[in-house]
Every structure is written in structure tokens, then in C-alpha cells.
């Protein structure tokens, strides 16, 4: 993951903490990558909203953050949308690298990681997002037996240090405000795990796996 040369690398997750939870170390152990943060969602909510602009300023990142619909009913969003949105919001440009969600999700189960890592890869397969390799998030619940935990075969699957892993959980629970006993906090990775696609024809034949 080392580079001499800074990376333009975009993030594109659905909720402002989603940046941090499943990304955040390794943004924040690699600042002079050039970073992007697409956040789908909750743009009008007066509360998530200034916190995942205070943290883009702690992680030295640009950014910004869209209002889909994130209802309690979890509703899809239309394809068409969901897609357009995306692509207004990220800057037109090529990027080494894009990171965003996996399409089974992170845990069980969330629609709105599902729909992202899905509309991600087919802009990416389709030309519409120009990206040199793709990560999705490499984590896991056992079926909601146990909190999500990072896939160790996974393409990459680091150990943060401690210095990055507090500075995270910090993030977390100070700048987000999440309670040290909440889903968040209990949840915050001290690794992080990623599978990579080069090739923009893999990712969409493994997207196929996943029934979409």
C-alpha cells in the first residue's frame, strides 16, 4: 500500500461515521494521499452532518455529503438515481484508487451499503467512474453473531497501530458522539480489510455472485 508518488483516492460510503469505521485508518495512515469523501446520505440531518465535515478536517480530506433517503424502512432507492447522484457528487476525474462499500455489506444486513458497493462497480465497469483498481470493504458478522470483524484472507488485511487505532476511536466517539458501549464504538476495527479489484470485468463478475 506504500507509494512515493500521491494517490487521488475517492471514498464513496452511505453514512457520515462510515468513512471511519471501515476506512478511517488507513486514510489516516496515509496523509499524503490525496483523498476524496463521497457520503451519500444525511446531508440535511443537522447533526451527523457537521460531524462528518469536522472529521474530513481531521483527516485532512476533501469531501462531501449527499441526502438520499435513509429512512428507518430502508426503502431501495432507485438505480437511476442512486447512480446520478454518485456521479454528481464525485469530482470528474481519474482516480488511482476507489474505496466503498462490499455487496453483501459490512454487516447484517444494511441496503444502503448494498446498493452503493453495487451502483460503485457498475459505474466503474461502464467507464462512468475512471479508477485505476477498486477496494471494497473486507468485514464480517457471522450473521450478526458477533460485531463486524475485518476477513483476515482478505486482499489486504491490516493492523493498525495503536497511535492510529485511538485516533480513530476518538473520531468516533468524540467528533461523532457515539457512547463507548454503542454499536459504533464496540464495532471500530483495530484492523482493516479490503478486497481488490485491477480489473473493472472482475469486480462486475464476482457483483454477479451476489444475485444483483
Not at 494517490?7 to 486514510?27: F, M, Q, S
Not at 455529503?65 to 454518485?86: A, S, V, W
Request: glycine fraction near 6%; proline fraction near 5%.
Amino acid at each position: 500500500m506504500s507509494s512515493k508518488r500521491p494517490k487521488a483516492v475517492a471514498v464513496i460510503v452511505a453514512h457520515p461515521d462510515d468513512e471511519i469505521l471501515w476506512v478511517g485508518g488507513t486514510i489516516l495512515s496515509h496523509p499524503s494521499w490525496k483523498w476524496f469523501v463521497v457520503c451519500l446520505c444525511r446531508g440535511s440531518d443537522n447533526d451527523r452532518a457537521p460531524r462528518f465535515l469536522k472529521t474530513l478536517q481531521i483527516l485532512g480530506s476533501e469531501g462531501i455529503i449527499g441526502d438520499l433517503d435513509d429512512g428507518p424502512e430502508q426503502k431501495p432507492l432507485d438505480e437511476n438515481e442512486l447512480e446520478n447522484t454518485i456521479l454528481q457528487l464525485l469530482p470528474s476525474m481519474h482516480f488511482n484508487l476507489i474505496i466503498s462499500h462490499n455487496p453483501c455489506g459490512e454487516y447484517t444486513r444494511h441496503v444502503r451499503h448494498e446498493e452503493i458497493s453495487k451502483a460503485v462497480i457498475k459505474l466503474w465497469h461502464t467507464g462512468k467512474i475512471s479508477a485505476n483498481e477498486l477496494w471494497t470493504f473486507a468485514y464480517e458478522d457471522g450473521d450478526k453473531k458477533y460485531f463486524p470483524r475485518p476477513i483476515e484472507n482478505a486482499t489486504f488485511y491490516h493492523v493498525l497501530t495503536k497511535r492510529i487505532w485511538l485516533k480513530k476511536y476518538r473520531i468516533i466517539t468524540e467528533i461523532y458522539g457515539f457512547e463507548k458501549n454503542s454499536f459504533e464504538a464496540e464495532t471500530t476495527p483495530r484492523a482493516e480489510a479490503f478486497w481488490q479489484f485491477t480489473n473493472s470485468y472482475d469486480a462486475n463478475n464476482w457483483l454477479n455472485q451476489f444475485g444483483n
